[in-house]
């Protein structure tokens, strides 16, 4: 594995939540005397058939990429393989997004699939080689096994600060197997710009401009919700793709690391407050239970003595 395309963090924090993650499991499965092997196949063929729909629809609506259909994205994505060494190239496809700016990898029954969605595609007609860094990103979460790795570090994915550290770090690691993947660095940098200004605007974005935009990302709102969140603001990933290991950031605020130990992770957009909510709630309730509990213990202390 280049370790140049790591990055730097991501070994640590994948280490830890694999190991906190299987003492979960081991646990899991000696208290419950082995029992909890039978919800967890249960819960994996519900999987494989909610998934398995997902798979369906994709090889019986998108287009696969082949010499002969699309051969100018094939050739483009044979191409970004054999530069991250990927020997076993994934099945590629391009699928109307319904006005979603995105690309995804996904894995069925040892299958791995990249999918490109139509808004992307269509976006960088004119400059194609921006497309690299969307197909390099996802190829890297399949080449570091991010896909296989999610159900075994799990149970770790939810807990404050690391989970989301870790999944922000997997990030960073895709953006270089994307940068390594284009031609020039700014055609990575374009490709990230178009997920904040569009698939029309985005080429007359001003990169630094957007870049610097980084500096004010060390107030308590923006390191909260970054710590608690699983992507790293777009405009750090931009800077990094234009800097490298050079770029600086400010850092982040004291209450908010305090606040984000507190708060469990969820995923997805806004997840910090749903996170912030939860614990809220699940304090609330645990509260309403034990408080009558303890005046109970406290009356019955009282009879007794």
């Known amino acids: 594995m280049n370790p140049s395309l790591v990055y730097k963090h991501e070994g640590t924090l994948s280490t830890i939540c694999l190991v906190l993650s299987l003492i979960f499991w081991l646990a899991l499965v000696a208290g419950t005397l082995g029992l909890a092997l039978i ?26 990429l082949t010499p002969e259909q699309f051969p100018d994205l094939h050739q483009r994505f044979v191409e970004c393989c054999r530069k991250l060494g990927i020997e076993q190239q994934p099945d590629a496809y391009v699928l109307h997004g319904d006005g979603l700016f995105n690309a995804f990898a996904t894995r069925f029954l040892g299958r791995h699939f990249v999918i490109l969605l139509s808004d992307v595609v269509d976006a960088f007609e004119q400059q194609p080689e921006a497309l690299d860094f969307y197909i390099g ?26 989970g989301a550290a870790y999944s922000r770090a997997r990030e960073y690691t895709c953006d270089l197997h994307g ?18 200004a569009g698939g029309k605007r985005w080429a007359d974005v001003n990169l630094r401009a957007l870049a610097d935009q980084s500096q004010y990302s060390g107030g308590f709102w ?3 919700h970054e710590l608690t969140g699983d992507y790293p603001w777009l405009v ?14 400010p850092r982040r ?8 130990l507190f708060t469990p992770r969820v995923g997805g ?3 910090g407050a749903i996170g912030l909510v939860l614990t809220v709630a699940i304090v609330g309730v645990a509260a309403a239970v034990a408080i009558p509990s303890y005046k109970d213990y406290q009356q019955s202390a009282e009879v007794t003595a």
């Open 39 to 64: 919800y967890l196949l249960f819960g994996f063929l519900g999987y494989l058939f909610v998934h398995s729909a997902f798979i369906s629809y994709l090889k019986g609506t998108g287009v696969k």
């Open 137 to 162: 990103h996802e190829l890297g979460h399949i080449r570091r096994g991010h896909l296989t790795g999610m159900i075994w570090r799990a149970p770790a994915s939810v807990l404050p600060l690391l």
């Open 179 to 196: 940068l390594a993947c284009c031609p020039q660095p700014e055609h990575a940098a374009r490709a990230i710009a178009a997920i904040s």
């Open 222 to 224: 923006m390191s909260f």
């Open 236 to 249: 750090k990933r931009l800077a990094r793709v234009l800097d490298g290991e050079a770029a600086q950031f």
């Open 253 to 260: 605020h004291g209450f908010a690391w305090f606040l984000a």
């Open 269 to 271: 957009r806004g997840s």
